[in-house]
C-alpha cells in the first residue's frame, strides 16, 4: 500500500521539528562560557552561534519550497513550521538579552524583544481560537514570513556586526547595523501583527 505524501511526518514537517530540535543547541552556545572552557574568542562565538543560527533558520525557506513544489502541505506543517520558527527566534532573544556579549545593546533590544514575544503569543492564539471554532488553520500570510526574514537578519547583524565592521557606532554608542535591524524588525512585527487580529478578529467573539 503506496503510502499518503501528505503524511504528518514528511520531508518539510521533519526539517520543521528539526529547527526545534536545535533550539537547546542554539542556547547551550550563548549559556556556556566556551571562550573559559576552551579558550575561545568572542568573536569566534559569534561566527559560531550565527553559523547555527543561520543553517537552522535556512531551513525555513527549504521547508516551505519543498512543500509546494511536491505538494506536501499539511495541516500539521502549517501549525509546527510557524511554532519552529517562533522557538528558534524566543532563543535568540532570550540568549542576546542575558549574554554579556550583547550588553550595549540591552537597553533598547529588551523593548524589541517584549514586542515580538508579545506580537507571537498573540498571533498563536487566534490561531488556537480560529482552530477551535471552525477548524481553520491559518497559514503565515506574505507580512509573516516578511517579518520572519526580518526577525532573522536582525539576529545575524546583532551576532555578526562587532565581527565584520569592527567598533562601527552611532553617537550613543549602539552598532548602527544592529539599530537598523531592530527598527526594521520591530516595525515588521507590529505590522504583522495588526494584520492578522484585522484579518482575524471576527472570530474573537467576547459573547462566545
Known amino acids: 500500500m503506496a503510502k499518503n505524501n501528505k503524511s504528518k511526518m ?22 556556556v562560557p566556551f ?35 511536491y505538494n506536501l502541505i499539511t ?3 502549517k ?23 550583547f550588553a550595549s545593546l540591552r537597553t533598547i533590544f529588551i523593548w524589541a524583544a517584549a514586542i515580538v514575544i508579545f506580537r507571537e503569543l498573540a498571533v498563536t492564539s487566534i490561531r488556537l481560537v ?18 520572519t526574514v526580518t526577525q532573522m537578519i536582525c539576529i545575524c547583524t546583532i551576532l555578526l556586526e562587532p565581527v565584520i565592521f569592527g567598533t562601527l557606532t552611532t553617537v550613543k554608542g549602539y552598532p548602527i547595523l544592529s539599530c537598523v535591524t531592530i527598527a526594521a524588525m520591530t516595525v515588521m512585527t507590529l505590522w504583522s501583527g495588526i494584520d492578522y487580529l484585522k484579518t482575524y478578529w471576527g472570530f474573537l467573539d467576547a459573547d462566545k
Request: overall charge positive; aromatic content about 10%.
Open 10 to 31: 514528511n520531508l518539510p514537517n521533519k526539517l520543521s521539528l528539526f529547527r526545534i530540535l536545535m533550539v537547546p543547541v542554539f542556547l547551550v552556545c550563548f549559556a
Open 130 to 147: 480560529a482552530a477551535g471554532k471552525s477548524g481553520l488553520v491559518i497559514a503565515a500570510s506574505w507580512l509573516g514570513k516578511i517579518k
Open 75 to 77: 495541516d500539521f506543517g
Open 35 to 69: 571562550e573559559k572552557l576552551w579558550g575561545v574568542s568572542e568573536n569566534v562565538m559569534r561566527i559560531i552561534i550565527a553559523v547555527i543560527f543561520a543553517i537552522t533558520s535556512l531551513t525555513d525557506m527549504i521547508d516551505g519550497k519543498i512543500a509546494r513544489k
Open 79 to 101: 501549525f509546527i513550521d510557524p511554532l519552529a520558527d517562533k522557538f528558534l527566534v524566543f532563543a535568540a532573544l532570550l540568549g542576546i538579552l542575558t549574554n554579556d556579549y
